[in-house]
């Protein structure tokens, strides 16, 4: 975990956010190369879970919202975590994740906990110039509630008809009382959840279709099988709102943890918010002659924390010719750039036709260039990057019009005219 953490602060995936002033605990900015590999998280999940369907559209709700959205939730109820403190060390906890409920993982008293207070978990702020409590707005904890309250509005708008899901990704909020192994759990997150809203007799069909739809997501993308697990949830543990969950979770350096959860949320969250706000949230089928209140599958995911999970199972080291080499094995989908244009000098003479490459590829794929260093040196930082190919511009290319192209995992190099480089990039990347 060290290593990749190091990694990340060195090839400009996440730095500290406010560093400069002591940082901020709990919140990362994403650098460079972190910014690159996000994004590809989300467009994969948006161009699985949207473009590639006709039963699922989009909408990027507000994160602001009032009181009684959450009311009708159960947010304000029910989401809070059980928080102790120790007597000795004066550290605070999550009672729920500790190991041993009596001895504290800190400084190892036992029986040095306070009794437990609930603690609520969301981010309250105020709409307006005046602090009062007609201003009181939320920072929303999860992105679905937006889904829920545009139901009647996308249903009216899309023309779908139950089958049928609302997506969603967008930044969440909540004030963790122990945020912690790196990026995982944060204050500051950025969701990607759908809800997908069936006729109730098809609840428990499309739960078990959902579990398997989103397992194997990761595995397409690279995360090897044995490193993942789907645990269903304990009846002890399901949320207030839950007839069933699964999680799909990843095997971290401390641990399984959770990637995303499935839940069959049943007719919960339409029901309540029909009744808080007064406004039917239900679907009358003309087939049938029947009106009824959908159920809902809900496949939620982190992206912050998923791209950490593709960071991880991507991270390599090997000896290379008596050296240590540092590799990410990303699929090509996920990598931050899917090509380096690396001329072997920054000499004047290479400089053209590497630009002429560099700006041949621009258009298919995002594209680094470099030209400092050792190209021995460009190399191992393009590993470190996870950049599928690299593009070698050399002095017998001003002669032969051919350039160098090498492969990340298996370093093999291949010699190419320059008129074949984007056809022969779009054989092993394909079209972005």
């Known amino acids: 975990m060290e290593k990749v953490v190091n990694l990340c602060k060195r090839r400009g995936f996440v730095f500290p956010s406010a560093e400069i002033y002591g940082g901020f605990r709990s919140t990362y900015d994403y650098g460079p190369i972190g910014v690159l590999l996000l994004r590809n998280v989300k467009d994969a999940w948006w161009r699985s879970m949207v473009q590639l369907r006709d039963d699922v559209v989009g909408i990027d ?43 504290c993982p800190n400084c190892g008293a036992k029986d040095s906990f306070t009794e437990p207070r609930q603690f609520n978990l969301m981010f309250k702020t105020h709409a307006g110039p005046i602090e ?13 509630q937006g889904m829920f309250t545009n139901f009647a509005n996308v249903l009216n708008t899309s023309r779908k008809r139950p089958p049928f899901g609302i997506a969603q ?3 969440s909020f909540r004030n963790e009382i122990t945020p912690q192994n790196f990026v995982f759990r944060t204050r500051e997150f950025e969701q990607m959840e759908m809800e997908y809203f069936v006729p109730p007799e098809q609840a428990d069909e499309w739960y078990e279709y959902w579990c398997r739809e989103r397992f194997s997501w990761y595995t397409d993308l690279g995360i090897p099988e044995n490193q993942l697990r789907l645990r269903a949830h304990d009846p002890g543990e399901l949320s207030h709102y839950s007839n069933a969950t699964s999680d799909v979770e990843f095997m971290f350096p401390w641990g399984w943890d959770e990637l995303e959860g499935i839940a069959n949320r049943s007719d919960y969250d339409l029901t309540q918010h029909t009744k808080h706000s007064g406004e039917p949230l239900d679907y009358y089928d003309q087939a049938t002659d029947t009106r009824y209140v959908p159920f809902v599958i809900e496949p939620a995911a982190g992206a912050t924390r998923t791209a950490m999970a593709f960071l991880l199972a991507a991270y390599d080291e090997e000896e290379v010719r008596g050296e240590q080499r540092t590799v990410l094995r990303f699929n090509h989908r996920i990598a931050p750039y899917k090509v380096a244009v690396l001329p072997l000098s920054k000499k004047d003479e290479l400089r053209p036709l590497a630009r002429e490459v560099l700006s041949e590829v621009q258009p298919h794929w995002m594209a680094d260039y470099d030209e400092t260093q050792s190209i021995g ?3 191992r930082r393009q590993d470190e990057l996870g950049t599928p190919y690299c593009i070698t511009i050399d002095f017998d290319s001003l002669d032969d019009n051919q350039v160098t192209v090498r492969e990340r995992d298996s370093m093999e190099q291949d010699r190419i005219p320059v008129d074949d480089v984007v056809e ?9």
């Open 61 to 103: 709700a507000a994160i602001l919202s009032p009181p009684p959205i959450w009311e009708a939730s159960g947010h304000l109820e029910n989401f809070h975590d059980p928080l102790v403190d120790c007597r000795e060390c004066k550290e605070r906890f999550r009672l729920d994740k500790l190991d041993d409920p009596d001895t």
């Open 132 to 144: 009062e409590k007609a201003a009181e707005a939320y920072l929303r904890p999860e992105t679905a």
């Open 169 to 171: 990704i967008g930044k």
């Open 377 to 379: 040196r460009r190399y």
């Open 424 to 432: 022969y990039l779009r054989l092993r990347l394909g079209s972005v």
